[in-house]
């Protein structure tokens, strides 16, 4: 008998700000291509860790898939999509 091949489970991180419309538009979709692809995710606010809010101040919202960033701005569904399924 074969099992059935597993993938890893990846870490998925929405980096955001109060009061960002960008962060608002990405949560939907980060929310709506996690529950399709089964991947859970976690959404932190910069401003409670200075070492993020230095980092990303000028680029949220932030894609973070396994500690690397891959998105930000404009978050693109197709391509969150391609990375979760890698």
């Known amino acids: 008998m074969t099992q059935p091949e597993t993938r890893p489970q990846h870490h998925l991180v929405l980096l955001t700000k109060p009061d960002c419309h960008l962060c608002e538009a990405a949560r939907r979709t980060v929310a709506a291509v996690a529950a399709e692809t089964g991947v ?6 910069i401003l409670d860790d200075p ?3 230095a980092r990303f101040a000028e680029e949220i919202p932030v894609v973070m898939i396994d500690g690397v960033q891959r998105d930000f701005w404009h978050i693109d569904p197709e391509r969150l999509r391609r990375l979760l399924s890698a």
Do not use: M, N, Y
């Open 40 to 45: 859970p995710w976690e959404e932190k606010s």
């Open 51 to 53: 070492a993020l809010e």
